[in-house]
């Protein structure tokens, strides 16, 4: 049976089906070692900046930076030195706020508390904040949040929360996984109103229609690797998104709502990236001025 569709047929949550399963990964993972393939575009991360231009952005907000980390699917694809690096490397900007968007480990929990010890290293004036992936809720959506919050990170599961600076506020919304059916968008936007900044963390941009119906201002998402490769021509072969390519990766935008998609820095299936590196990204909400207009 080929490697990736008896990954899609192990998907079921017996214990046995899963440690079968990451034992393959662990067993392909070494071949691909061994066989000492040119695969370094995988693990070279890449700081991808972007300012997003909101309108009625508060004055103290202005250049307030996002950084964000997704789908980092820690497993022998992605060890903990790797996870280490983008870290470091994610510190080193100096970010405002650190947004995690989802599926942190791949098919097991032994991987959860690992990573969350090692997310817990990241730093930002406002602190870190999580959402789940629909792996994480596969593997033990209890499990991650626990692990996670031992070592500081809140996960704003269908909540909000709001950032201060110099008395004004913005949200920061965090929906559950829509995958899963763990979503709940009122829920996360409760409490705030459609002229308020709203921000909302969500792992899969397949939410971006109902967000743009609810007003949110901007969405930040994960889930779809980019595409992992990305092909001339036809770019990725898949996209993971109901509303097409163009929220693959990168900025898109739905009506007045923004949508930014992570490329991630883990992959799945198999340990191969291809015109599509693992991303940090780093985002800049700015005002617009009359340029812009």
């Known amino acids: ?34 066989a000492n393939l040119d695969l370094k575009e995988t693990y070279c991360f890449q700081i991808d900046r972007r300012d997003i231009l909101i309108t009625d952005l508060p004055d103290d907000f202005h250049g307030f930076t996002i950084a964000q980390l997704s789908d980092i699917h820690h497993s022998p694809y992605l060890s903990l030195e790797r996870l280490e690096e983008a870290i470091a490397e994610t510190n080193a900007l100096r970010p405002d706020v650190v947004v995690l968007t989802g599926d942190y480990v791949t098919h097991t929990t032994r991987y959860v508390e690992p990573c969350a010890e090692c997310l817990g290293r990241l730093r930002a004036r406002f602190g870190v904040f999580a959402v789940l992936g629909n792996h994480d809720v596969w593997v033990g959506a ?17 909540t909000n929360i709001p950032l201060y600076v110099g008395g004004r506020f913005i949200y920061l919304c965090g929906l559950g996984d829509t995958t899963t059916r763990n979503d709940d968008l009122a829920a996360a ?77 883990g ?17 800049r ?8 207009a």
């Open 1 to 34: 049976m080929p490697f990736v569709r008896l990954l899609h047929r192990t998907r079921a949550k017996h214990p046995r089906s899963l440690k079968q399963r990451d034992a393959l990964i662990e067993f392909t993972a070494d071949l691909i070692e061994r």
């Open 142 to 158: 209890s499990a991650v949040i626990k692990a996670f919050e031992r070592h500081g990170i809140p996960v704003l599961n269908n």
């Open 189 to 265: 936007l409760k409490g705030t109103r459609q002229r308020d900044i709203r921000i909302l963390l969500s792992h899969n941009p397949n939410i971006i229609k109902e967000a743009s119906l609810a007003g949110c201002d901007l969405v930040l998402s994960g889930h779809t690797h980019g595409g992992q490769v990305h092909l001339p021509v036809i770019g990725a072969p898949i996209s993971y998104n109901r509303h097409g390519k163009q929220y693959t990766r990168g900025w898109a935008q739905m009506k007045e709502t923004q949508i930014y998609v992570n490329r991630g820095l």
């Open 267 to 283: 992959t799945i299936f198999l340990p191969i990236r291809y015109q599509c590196p693992p991303e940090i990204s780093l985002l």
């Open 285 to 292: 909400l700015v005002r617009p001025t009359a340029h812009d």
